[in-house]
């Protein structure tokens, strides 16, 4: 009857269930100190126990993954894993947590890392991790730490990806740039009058998009630095202050100009509707000259031309310079996913020995990239995979991370981008093409803030509709100021409060 009614719980309302049933000792309210000592096992001989984790979904049978049998045997605990749904991972997510399953961990990501914690859901992981978490606490930088902190506890090991990166860039055919003599545009009014001459001369789409009315190369030619990610959208410093880019003045400008491309069908006319394949193949087919391209999609997009126009050639543009002269160009950066212990869970300091023994020197550069000769090479201090085995073998390593050496993990994982030539090459294009001029969200380190993620996805929604509706002309642009009251009360406000107070106490 009991389990009858947890199952009906939601995660808010756990904290209740939890308080009757009683939990373990209360952690430290301060960050891991790197200065404890581990704690010496009782019986060194005595077998490990086995855990089974919760990861997000992928497209693999995590079980059968060779970097899974390399963790069970290299660390001696053996894991079992689940993931979670595609669809409705959270209702999912929640469901599992009324019914308190027995997960020893679980990969969250920022959002569900701070219901579970705000909900009694997670163990404050402080001492524990001061205790055993030597490893982690060398290698986890004391910004993430500070990032997985919510009312002054840690619940949750913060993971970092792959280091400050430039994802997009804009490319162009630049075979018909060839064609019509033109130069590579470096300011805005060069790439419209390049986008200008395009759609008169081959009667194609200039730029063809889709959904996001933000676009992230001509953005920063506004002073507009919007990061995009699941946590946080739009916040830059203006005068020592967190300001949502939705309040800069010079929004209404970066909108003006877009509907100025659309109402020139310089860009493509169903804009609005687009899914990213459809982009891609407009561009691939000959339909559209200009997209903006993530370089993880550079191999699919230069074998889909190649194979429709064997002569096609692909170019990226420079990154533009913005009104007062300089490039401006947005990164990602920043904690990815939170590792979380259930309240519930048994053994919670042989589950922190495992994590840290994950993050031991070798086992995690194994896990991450495999065995030096078999699966990867270096040269000149840089890691290259050694194909096909690594791709075989190694291509779902990284979802089996519970944090990363911060330090080196960067430098591995550039490992995972030289597999294929196409792709090592717009990564690097993109990272020496914006080096020097990066700029990464000041939220990028923060905990997953209550207030923004209780309101940020109505509100993006709330602001792409209604862009949309400004660039396409559906709506005029002298609403704006009615749009812009909607988003402060509707939680835009509430937002903004909160960002300033985590920066107010966090900026160096």
């Not at 999912?92 to 701070?114: I, R």
């Not at 001492?127 to 055993?132: G, H, Q």
């Amino acid at each position: 009857m009991f389990k009858k009614c947890l199952a009906v719980l939601s995660i808010t309302t756990i904290a209740a269930s939890l308080a009757a049933c009683g939990s373990s000792s209360p952690a430290s309210t301060s960050a891991p100190s790197t200065s404890a000592a581990p704690a010496a096992t009782a019986n060194a001989n005595a077998p490990k126990p086995e855990f089974k984790a919760l990861l997000q979904y992928a497209r693999f049978d995590p079980n059968a993954e060779v970097v899974a049998k390399f963790l069970n045997e290299k660390t001696g605990y053996k894991v079992t894993y689940d993931m979670l749904p595609v669809e409705n991972p959270d209702d999912k997510l929640n469901l599992l947590m009324a019914n308190k399953e027995q997960y020893s961990f679980m990969l969250l990501t920022g959002p569900q890392y701070s219901k579970l914690a705000s909900s009694g859901a997670l163990e404050p992981i402080d001492e524990l991790v001061n205790k055993y978490g030597t490893n982690m606490k060398n290698v986890i930088s004391q910004n993430s730490w500070n990032g997985a902190k919510l009312n002054g506890k840690i619940y949750g090991i913060p993971q970092t990806g792959s280091g400050t990166v430039v994802n997009s860039a804009l490319i162009i055919r630049q075979d018909w740039m060839d064609e019509l003599g033109l130069k590579p545009p470096t300011t805005r009014d060069e790439l419209y009058n390049v986008m200008k001459t395009i759609k008169e001369k081959k009667n194609v789409i200039a730029m063809s998009g889709g959904k996001s009315p933000l676009l992230p190369e001509v953005l920063p030619t506004f002073g507009l630095t919007m990061v995009q990610s699941t946590a946080t959208t739009g916040w830059q410093d203006v005068n020592g202050k967190l300001v949502n880019a939705v309040e800069n003045p010079n929004m209404k400008k970066y909108l003006e100009f877009m509907k100025k491309l659309y109402s020139g069908k310089l860009i493509d006319q169903e804009w609005s509707l687009n899914q990213a394949n459809k982009v891609i193949e407009n561009f691939t087919s000959g339909k559209a000259a200009i997209i903006s391209n993530g370089y993880f999609n550079a191999p699919t997009v230069q074998n889909a031309l190649l194979k429709n126009s064997p002569n096609a050639k692909i170019a990226s543009l420079p990154y533009l310079k913005g009104d007062d002269g300089k490039v401006q160009v947005m990164a990602t950066a920043g904690i990815s996913y939170y590792v979380g212990i259930p309240k519930w869970a048994d053994k919670k300091e042989d589950i922190i020995k495992y994590l840290d023994l994950k993050l031991d020197k070798d086992i995690h550069k194994e896990a991450t990239i495999g065995k030096e000769g078999v699966h990867h090479k270096v040269e000149n201090g840089n890691y290259f995979p050694i194909l096909p085995i690594f791709n075989d073998q190694y291509n779902n390593a990284s979802s089996f991370l519970t944090g990363v050496d911060e330090k080196n993990y960067p430098i591995y994982w550039q490992a995972r981008v030289r597999k294929d030539p196409i792709l090592t090459d717009a990564f690097n294009k993109n990272q020496e093409a914006a080096k020097g001029n990066t700029v990464v969200d000041p939220l990028s380190f923060a905990p997953p803030l209550e207030a923004i993620g209780k309101n940020n996805q109505k509100l993006q929604k709330l602001m792409e509709d209604t862009f949309l509706k400004y660039i396409t002309g559906a709506e005029p642009l002298e609403n704006y100021d009615k749009f812009l009251a909607q988003w402060k009360a509707d939680g835009g406000d509430e937002m903004t409060k909160a960002a300033n107070e985590w920066y107010a106490a966090n900026k160096k």
